[in-house]
């Protein structure tokens, strides 16, 4: 991937969840008395954590799909560890919604989901791959070195560790390009680039880049295995610290309830920054304003519809003050919207309707995709469908931007500086 780091199947699996979240959003209950702040941000932080705490269940599944893929690689086992990945970026995804205003957040969420990335540094790629300017370490090929000239000096990489991602890895040379760990560098272990361009198809990788001894294809199929296992195994500690910053006595927790003006402020900060800058601006609008499947949020997998999906819907969540958890179960309670509501009825019902007319909108780009015609494709230069069904989603999210900013001045708070994208903002500056 040749841009800089915004920090920013089972499709049975991922499609139940999203159709059992979009019914909770079909009937929208009638407002009681509102809530009291403190009763909003304590919400607000249960659901974090319930959100949380169902993606690390998830990372965890996926560590043990990955361990039965390296013990034995097939075609099966290779399919059941993508599987459990498509089936882990549902919950995450949905934490989204929790950045921006959130500094403990902020500074972590680096860690488990940068991109876009330059994939030469993990292992190898075709010829020609594109990388960030001025990334020496683009080709550096982690996984057939074991010996390494970074940082300044010689690292042994004789042993590949979680520590050695981490702290050695991650973000090497202050490039931000080298992503190391997270969800996106076990997506390229798992699937491989994806060469197909706007055309159809997403990454090939064989199972036998897994496979020791003479059948082994792209060389050091020990070490590949090696690195994708120390990088779920690093996945799944930094969510278990992550988890925990929202327990009952976590940090995260704290920081919104000990001031709840506060927390509301983060509520609103999250929704508004990841509506706009982020999603619409840096996911959606850019990419397709350059038609380039490189800016594609799950480039090698080909799952950036549910992705998209899966953010908006953390989004309403966060308003609607509900969540659905993985085991069924409904996570309800005071929620900003009847906080709102209880300020301006009108206001409340606008975000509300806006936030349902975007899930709409991703519902259907969505549906498109599990259809045929996957997100890279719709990027392709001439496809008014595909343009189409991007550009509904982005309307969607800047509309809502602008009642949330509305919600902000009903509840008599500061006015917030939303996250922006020059590809909203200053669209000719894209192109310098």
Same mark, same amino acid.
């Given at each position: 991937?040749?841009?800089?780091?915004?920090?920013?199947?089972?499709?049975?699996?991922?499609?139940?969840?999203?159709?059992?979240?979009?019914?909770?959003?079909?009937?929208?209950?009638?407002?009681?008395?509102?809530? #009291?702040?403190?009763?909003?941000?304590?919400?607000?932080?249960?659901?974090?954590?319930?959100?949380?705490?169902?993606?690390?269940?998830?990372?965890?599944?996926?560590?043990? #799909?990955?361990?039965?893929?390296?013990?034995?690689?097939?075609?099966?086992?290779?399919? #059941?560890?993508?599987?459990?990945?498509?089936?882990?970026?549902?919950?995450?995804?949905?934490?989204?919604?929790?950045?921006?205003?959130?500094?403990?957040?902020?500074?972590?969420?680096?860690?488990?989901?940068?991109?876009?990335?330059?994939?030469?540094?993990?292992?190898?790629?075709?010829?020609?791959?594109?990388?960030?300017?001025?990334?020496?370490?683009?080709?550096?090929?982690?996984?057939?070195?074991?010996?390494?000239?970074?940082?300044?000096?010689?690292?042994?990489?004789?042993?590949?560790?979680?520590?050695?991602?981490?702290?050695?890895?991650?973000?090497?040379?202050?490039?931000?390009?080298?992503?190391?760990?997270?969800?996106? #560098?076990?997506?390229?272990?798992?699937?491989?680039?994806?060469?197909?361009?706007?055309?159809?198809?997403?990454?090939?990788?064989?199972?036998?880049?897994?496979?020791?001894?003479?059948?082994?294809?792209?060389?050091?199929?020990?070490?590949?295995?090696?690195?994708?296992?120390?990088?779920?195994?690093?996945?799944?500690?930094?969510?278990?610290?992550?988890?925990?910053?929202?327990?009952?006595?976590?940090?995260?927790?704290?920081?919104?309830?000990?001031?709840?003006?506060?927390?509301?402020?983060?509520?609103?900060?999250?929704?508004? /920054?990841?509506?706009?800058?982020?999603?619409?601006?840096?996911?959606?609008?850019?990419?397709?304003?350059?038609?380039?499947?490189?800016?594609?949020?799950?480039?090698?997998?080909?799952?950036?519809?549910? /992705?998209?999906?899966?953010?908006?819907?953390?989004?309403?969540?966060?308003?609607?003050?509900?969540?659905?958890?993985?085991?069924?179960?409904?996570?309800?309670?005071?929620?900003?919207?009847?906080?709102?509501?209880?300020?301006?009825?009108?206001?409340?019902?606008?975000?509300?309707?806006?936030?349902?007319?975007?899930?709409?909108?991703?519902?259907?780009?969505?549906?498109?995709?599990?259809?045929?015609?996957?997100?890279?494709?719709?990027?392709?230069?001439?496809?008014?469908?595909?343009?189409?069904?991007?550009?509904?989603?982005?309307?969607?999210?800047?509309?809502?931007?602008? /009642?949330?900013?509305?919600?902000?001045?009903?509840?008599?708070?500061?006015?917030?500086?939303?996250?922006?994208?020059?590809?909203?903002?200053?669209?000719?500056?894209?192109?310098?």
């Amino acid at each position: 991937m040749a841009r800089p780091t915004r920090l920013s199947p089972a499709r049975p699996t991922a499609r139940l969840t999203a159709a059992a979240a979009l019914a909770l959003s079909v009937a929208l209950p009638a407002h009681s008395a509102a809530p #009291a702040p403190d009763q909003v941000v304590a919400h607000y932080a249960d659901i974090a954590a319930a959100a949380y705490g169902d993606s690390l269940t998830a990372a965890r599944d996926l560590r043990a #799909a990955v361990d039965r893929l390296v013990a034995d690689p097939s075609d099966a086992t290779l399919t #059941a560890a993508r599987t459990a990945w498509t089936a882990a970026r549902a919950p995450y995804q949905q934490t989204e919604a929790f950045r921006f205003g959130n500094p403990i957040v902020d500074d972590w969420e680096g860690r488990v989901n940068a991109w876009p990335l330059d994939e030469g540094l993990i292992d190898y790629v075709a010829a020609g791959t594109p990388s960030a300017e001025d990334n020496e370490l683009s080709n550096l090929n982690v996984i057939a070195n074991p010996t390494l000239a970074l940082n300044g000096g010689q690292v042994n990489a004789a042993q590949i560790t979680p520590a050695l991602i981490a702290e050695q890895l991650h973000e090497a040379g202050g490039i931000e390009a080298n992503v190391a760990s997270g969800y996106h #560098a076990i997506e390229f272990l798992l699937w491989g680039q994806d060469l197909n361009g706007t055309g159809p198809g997403a990454g090939n990788r064989p199972f036998t880049d897994y496979v020791r001894g003479d059948a082994c294809t792209g060389g050091n199929c020990d070490r590949r295995a090696a690195y994708l296992v120390a990088a779920t195994d690093l996945l799944v500690s930094d969510l278990e610290e992550m988890a925990a910053n929202w327990d009952a006595d976590g940090a995260a927790r704290k920081a919104v309830t000990d001031d709840p003006q506060a927390g509301l402020m983060a509520m609103l900060t999250g929704m508004g /920054s990841l509506s706009y800058g982020e999603q619409a601006g840096e996911r959606m609008k850019l990419g397709l304003m350059l038609n380039d499947p490189e800016e594609e949020h799950d480039c090698f997998s080909d799952q950036t519809h549910l /992705s998209h999906y899966f953010d908006g819907l953390g989004i309403q969540n966060v308003y609607l003050g509900r969540y659905a958890r993985l085991d069924g179960t409904e996570l309800t309670g005071p929620s900003l919207s009847q906080l709102v509501a209880g300020k301006d009825a009108a206001v409340d019902q606008a975000l509300r309707a806006d936030l349902e007319a975007t899930m709409t909108a991703l519902g259907a780009l969505r549906d498109k995709a599990e259809g045929g015609m996957a997100y890279d494709q719709m990027l392709a230069p001439g496809n008014a469908e595909g343009e189409a069904a991007i550009t509904a989603g982005i309307d969607g999210l800047v509309r809502q931007t602008k /009642s949330i900013e509305r919600a902000v001045g009903a509840l008599g708070l500061n006015a917030i500086a939303f996250e922006g994208s020059d590809s909203l903002d200053d669209p000719d500056a894209v192109f310098q």
